[in-house]
């Protein structure tokens, strides 16, 4: 059964796929625009690409492997990719430093960024799609509208994820829970098998009490609370701040409250402390992705004992970001057609099928949805009903806020702030960061 599940990216990096290994520079320096022609009559053409830093030896593999199909198939191009590696938190920085010295590469590796759409950074990628034969074969529409902009396509997720419930049905079992099947949960039943955990007074292999629930004091990892209890973070064009709402202030009092009533261990900051209290089985529930089970099966975790759910219902159950990763072309590319040609062939099944092997990832292509390979994933439902309703937070005008979020997280949780009061001031000085971003 969890077979498809053996090979993983590395823990922290779900919104991304692919990783190079050598830093390049922009896709138009001298003497490479139009190539040299080999042997065949086909143009050389190197391809450059900004892409995330991690992960690269397995990424690597994968888009070289995509560019000799692309030139396989191609009647015009013997194509190569060179990479621009940079961390995942720095990506924002660094198109801009490479936008404002006109040396950005041809294409990119990110979430879909609207910023770069309204810039006039990305070139158009709505031809291309619609001529190729995704066009009837996407499975989840909500992802390609996070890559359009005024009804235009910049950018198309190629990774299918999101957060949801991860539970040990050891545990629940021996905590006396009956269902220790289930893919979707509400909150009251949530809390009703957290208070049987927390009665049952369990004990782990090291001697330590077995919580209902751990969780990691991070953005990413809580705002499903936010979004369960009908919050949301920012306006769809990422104009306003709005997490200082009543429905926001709700998520995050009854996250605060699952610590505060004995259900959830003490929340950890550090990802290695976390991942490490649900493998050693102190705590039945966590919250994370399906990335996170390669920690988990190095950690000695039995991986059959775990079940999978959707975030918990609050009024509204839903998930954090879908696409774990879409790819776009820079409008300066002066390689366009070379390009397209290169993500023709990493969206085919001989390319694709590889890929999703190696990050354990869903397909996002129909065609491929019921292949032998995927078809007995467990995360394949929970993940197929999460992101037929994804709320993503749109912060590109506002780079400072994970942080400053992640800080707001840690002093509700972990004190007696006040929630709306911590909102409320976070939230004027997110709007001003818009608004100075925005002139």
């Known amino acids: 059964m969890f077979a498809p599940l053996k090979k993983r990216i590395a823990p922290g990096i779900s919104l991304l796929l692919l990783a190079g290994v050598v830093s390049a520079c922009g896709g138009n320096e001298p003497g490479e625009s139009q190539g040299q022609s080999t042997g065949g009559g086909k143009q050389e053409v190197t391809l450059s690409v900004l892409i995330d830093s991690s992960n690269n030896e397995q990424n690597t593999r994968i888009l070289n492997e995509a560019a000799q199909l692309a030139t396989k198939n191609s009647e015009k191009y013997s194509i190569k990719v060179r990479l621009d590696t940079v961390p995942n938190t720095d990506m924002d920085k660094k198109v801009d430093v490479l936008a404002a010295g006109s040396n950005l590469p041809d294409l990119v590796a ?17 031809e291309w799609f619609d001529r190729s034969p995704m066009k009837d074969d996407y499975m989840y529409p909500s992802l390609l509208e996070e890559g359009r902009n005024n009804g235009k396509l910049y950018s198309v997720p190629i990774k299918a994820d999101s957060i949801f419930l991860i539970y040990n049905k050891d545990l629940l079992s021996k905590a006396g829970i009956a269902d220790t099947g289930f893919s979707s949960i509400s909150w009251d039943d949530w809390i009703a098998m957290l208070e049987q955990i927390k009665g049952a007074g369990l004990k782990a292999a090291n001697g330590k009490d077995v919580k209902g629930f751990t969780f990691r004091i991070s953005t990413y990892e809580t705002a499903p609370f936010v979004f369960s209890a009908g919050g949301e973070f920012f306006t769809q ?58 920690t988990f099966e190095e950690g000695g975790l039995d991986l059959s004992k775990l079940g999978f759910s959707t975030v918990p219902a609050i009024q509204d159950s839903t998930s954090i970001f879908g696409p774990g990763l879409s790819f776009s072309v820079f409008e300066s590319s002066a390689k366009k057609e070379a390009a397209l040609e290169l993500l023709t062939a990493l969206y085919s099944s001989e390319i694709y099928k590889q890929w999703l092997e190696i990050t354990a990832g869903i397909p996002v292509l129909a065609s491929l949805s019921d292949d032998p390979q995927f078809a007995a994933n467990p995360i394949k439902p929970v993940l197929s009903e999460q992101l037929n309703r994804i709320k993503p937070i749109h912060s590109d005008n506002s780079p400072s806020f994970w ?33 100075n971003n925005l002139k």
């Open 110 to 126: 990110s979430a879909p960024k609207q910023v770069w759409m309204k810039r006039g950074l990305l070139a158009d990628l709505t």
């Open 237 to 294: 064009d990422g104009s306003k701040a709005v997490f200082d709402s009543p429905e926001a202030a709700d998520g995050l009092a009854k996250l605060k409250g699952l610590v505060s009533s004995g259900y959830a261990d003490k929340p950890e900051t550090d990802y290695a402390n976390w991942m490490s209290v649900f493998f050693n089985e102190n705590a039945a529930f966590t919250i994370t992705g399906g990335w996170s089970l390669a």
């Open 403 to 435: 942080t400053k979020y992640d800080q707001l997280l840690e002093k509700i949780i972990l004190t007696d702030a006040d929630v709306s009061v911590q909102q409320a001031e976070l939230q004027a000085s997110i709007q001003q960061e818009i608004d």
